[in-house]
């Protein structure tokens, strides 16, 4: 079981950026998937974006992004520190949410397929 902390939100103007990122704490396999969700009042959650690793040869496998952030959000992460980070430019109104951090073994974009979440952050972005 991992332990995931989220880090990073607050509020910021449109157009601006933050970055969010999400340590793991705890036993980690072989090759692992963390995925950012968000969450706005009234609306259900939806997938941000994942990005898929293997721990042993450090390397990326995939990165998937919704296409609402596409060309906007990036991955990245370090494999010393056990965190990922979820770089936001060019922020919108409707990315206004509670992002959350997710753990899964396989890459996914269904929520359900994640087993440990994060507590989440809040992002707020003002017009």
């Known amino acids: 079981q991992v332990e995931l902390v989220e880090s990073g939100g607050g509020l910021v103007q449109v157009g601006g950026s933050l970055r969010l990122s999400c340590a793991t704490s705890?036993?980690?396999?072989?090759?692992?998937?963390r995925g950012w969700f968000r969450q706005a009042p009234g609306k259900e959650r939806e997938f941000v974006a994942a990005?898929?690793?293997?721990?042993?040869?450090?390397?990326?496998?995939?990165?998937d992004y919704s296409d609402s952030v596409k060309g906007r959000f990036s991955l990245s992460r370090d494999n010393v520190k056990k965190t990922v980070f979820l770089q936001m430019n060019s922020l919108k109104p409707e990315d206004t949410g509670v992002y959350y951090c997710?753990?899964?073994?396989?890459?996914?974009?269904?929520?359900?397929?994640?087993?440990?979440w994060g507590q989440g952050t809040q992002v707020t972005v003002s017009s």
């Open positions: 990005i898929s690793w293997s721990w042993e040869a450090n390397i990326d496998y995939a990165l």
């Open positions: 705890g036993l980690t396999g072989v090759g692992d998937t």
């Open positions: 997710a753990s899964s073994k396989i890459r996914t974009e269904v929520a359900d397929l994640y087993d440990s």
